[in-house]
C-alpha cells in the first residue's frame, strides 16, 4: 500500500470520532436517547478501520512494529488514563490504581485502546498463516463475536447465565477487526466502491437504520454493545459513510481534518466535556459541542496531543 491519505477513510474516522463526543455531551433525553443508540456503529467502525489497515503490519520487522505502537497508541493511553485517574480523583474524589491505569479503567472511555493493543500485537500472526486457513480464522472470529453478542442480548433479557466474567474480552469485539482485515485483502475494494457509490451507500444507509430501529421495537434499549443488531448498524453505518464520502461531498474536508487527529480527540475529549459541562457549569448542550469541536479544529496541531497519532493511510 502506498503512503497517501485515503481522504475516505479520514472522513469516516472524522465521523465516528464525532459520534464518539456527541454521545458523551448528549446523555439525556430525546437527544441523548437517539444518539446514544444510533451512535453505537462508531466504535466497531474504528475496529473496521483497524482491521482494513492491518496487513501494513507485515511491511516492518515484528519487533519494530510493536515498538512503534507502544510509542504511538499505548503510553499516550497511558498518560492520558494517568490525566484521567488524577483528574477524578481532584474532581469527584475518585480512588483509581495502577491496574485502572494500565486496563483503561479511569475513565469509561479508554477500554477501546486495550483491545486495539490485544489486536495490533496479536493478530498480524494471521497474515503467518496460508491464505484459505487464515480466511477461516476470519471467519471464526465474526460468527464467535455475533454468538457472543447474541448470547449477550438473549442473558440481559430473560436473565440467562452464559457469562459470568466481565473483564477483557476479545472476543466481543474481534468480529468487527476481522471485516476489515477481509475487505484489506481485496485489492480492488477502493475502485469497486467508487464504481457503485451511490448503490453501496443506500444499501448500507438502510442496514444500519434497520440495526438502530430494531432495539426499540424489541425492548432491547440501553443494550449498548451487548446485542447482535450492533453487526447491522456498525457494517451498515461503515459502509454508507466510506461509500458518500468515496467523492467530494460538502463537509468531506472538516471531517478528514477531525479524522486525522481521532486518536488525540479520542483520548481527550472526555476532560474536555466533562469540564465544561460539570467544572464550568456550562449548561446548553450546543455551546459544550461548539466549543469542543472548535479546540480540535484549532488547538491540536497534526493531530497530535501528548504523543497521540492517528496515521489513516492507505
Same mark, same amino acid.
Given at each position: 500500500?502506498?503512503?497517501?491519505?485515503?481522504?475516505?477513510?479520514?472522513?469516516?474516522?472524522?465521523?465516528?470520532?464525532?459520534?464518539? =463526543?456527541?454521545?458523551?455531551?448528549?446523555?439525556?433525553?430525546?437527544?441523548?436517547?437517539?444518539?446514544?443508540?444510533?451512535?453505537?456503529?462508531?466504535?466497531?467502525?474504528?475496529?473496521?478501520?483497524?482491521?482494513?489497515?492491518?496487513?501494513?503490519?507485515?511491511?516492518?520487522?515484528?519487533?519494530?512494529?510493536?515498538?512503534?505502537?507502544?510509542?504511538?497508541?499505548?503510553?499516550?493511553?497511558?498518560?492520558?488514563?494517568?490525566?484521567?485517574?488524577?483528574? &477524578?480523583?481532584?474532581?469527584?474524589?475518585?480512588?483509581?490504581?495502577?491496574?485502572?491505569? &494500565?486496563?483503561?479503567?479511569?475513565?469509561?472511555?479508554?477500554?477501546?485502546?486495550?483491545?486495539?493493543?490485544?489486536?495490533?500485537?496479536?493478530?498480524?500472526?494471521?497474515?503467518?498463516?496460508?491464505?484459505?486457513?487464515?480466511?477461516?480464522?476470519?471467519?471464526?472470529?465474526?460468527?464467535?463475536?455475533?454468538?457472543?453478542?447474541?448470547?449477550?442480548?438473549?442473558?440481559?433479557?430473560?436473565?440467562?447465565?452464559? &457469562?459470568?466474567?466481565?473483564?477483557?474480552?476479545?472476543?466481543?469485539?474481534?468480529? &468487527?477487526?476481522?471485516?476489515?482485515?477481509?475487505?484489506?485483502?481485496?485489492?480492488?475494494?477502493?475502485?469497486?466502491?467508487?464504481?457503485?457509490?451511490?448503490?453501496?451507500?443506500?444499501?448500507?444507509?438502510?442496514?444500519?437504520?434497520?440495526?438502530?430501529?430494531?432495539?426499540?421495537?424489541?425492548?432491547?434499549?440501553?443494550?449498548?454493545?451487548?446485542?447482535?443488531?450492533?453487526?447491522?448498524?456498525?457494517?451498515?453505518?461503515?459502509?454508507?459513510?466510506?461509500?458518500?464520502?468515496?467523492?467530494?461531498?460538502?463537509?468531506?474536508?472538516?471531517?478528514?481534518?477531525?479524522?486525522?487527529?481521532?486518536?488525540?480527540?479520542?483520548?481527550?475529549?472526555?476532560?474536555?466535556?466533562?469540564?465544561?459541562?460539570?467544572?464550568?457549569?456550562?449548561?446548553?448542550?450546543?455551546?459544550?459541542?461548539?466549543?469542543?469541536?472548535?479546540?480540535?479544529?484549532?488547538? =491540536?496541531?497534526?493531530?497530535?496531543?501528548?504523543?497521540?497519532?492517528?496515521?489513516?493511510?492507505?
Amino acid at each position: 500500500m502506498s503512503g497517501k491519505r485515503n481522504i475516505a477513510v479520514d472522513s469516516l474516522k472524522g465521523a465516528a470520532i464525532i459520534t464518539v =463526543v456527541f454521545g458523551h455531551i448528549f446523555r439525556d433525553g430525546l437527544s441523548g436517547l437517539m444518539i446514544g443508540e444510533f451512535g453505537r456503529w462508531c466504535v466497531p467502525a474504528f475496529f473496521i478501520i483497524q482491521g482494513f489497515f492491518l496487513k501494513r503490519s507485515m511491511l516492518s520487522p515484528l519487533l519494530g512494529y510493536s515498538l512503534k505502537k507502544i510509542k504511538r497508541i499505548y503510553l499516550p493511553f497511558l498518560i492520558w488514563a494517568m490525566v484521567y485517574g488524577i483528574y &477524578f480523583w481532584l474532581v469527584d474524589k475518585a480512588s483509581f490504581t495502577l491496574s485502572d491505569i &494500565f486496563l483503561g479503567k479511569t475513565a469509561v472511555h479508554l477500554y477501546f485502546i486495550v483491545y486495539y493493543m490485544l489486536f495490533a500485537f496479536l493478530l498480524p500472526l494471521l497474515y503467518r498463516l496460508p491464505p484459505k486457513a487464515r480466511h477461516w480464522c476470519y471467519w471464526l472470529m465474526i460468527l464467535s463475536n455475533f454468538a457472543v453478542l447474541l448470547a449477550l442480548e438473549l442473558q440481559r433479557s430473560y436473565g440467562l447465565d452464559f &457469562f459470568t466474567y466481565t473483564g477483557v474480552n476479545p472476543v466481543k469485539w474481534w468480529g &468487527f477487526v476481522a471485516i476489515g482485515m477481509v475487505l484489506g485483502e481485496c485489492g480492488n475494494v477502493d475502485y469497486y466502491i467508487r464504481q457503485h457509490r451511490l448503490k453501496i451507500a443506500f444499501i448500507f444507509a438502510g442496514l444500519a437504520v434497520l440495526g438502530g430501529v430494531l432495539p426499540f421495537l424489541t425492548g432491547t434499549l440501553g443494550y449498548m454493545y451487548n446485542r447482535w443488531t450492533l453487526f447491522l448498524l456498525a457494517i451498515g453505518g461503515t459502509f454508507s459513510l466510506a461509500a458518500y464520502f468515496a467523492r467530494e461531498v460538502p463537509g468531506r474536508e472538516v471531517l478528514a481534518k477531525l479524522g486525522r487527529r481521532s486518536f488525540s480527540i479520542y483520548l481527550s475529549h472526555f476532560l474536555v466535556v466533562h469540564f465544561l459541562k460539570y467544572v464550568l457549569g456550562i449548561e446548553s448542550l450546543l455551546v459544550v459541542t461548539i466549543l469542543t469541536l472548535a479546540i480540535y479544529l484549532i488547538s =491540536v496541531p497534526r493531530g497530535r496531543l501528548l504523543g497521540g497519532l492517528s496515521r489513516g493511510r492507505a
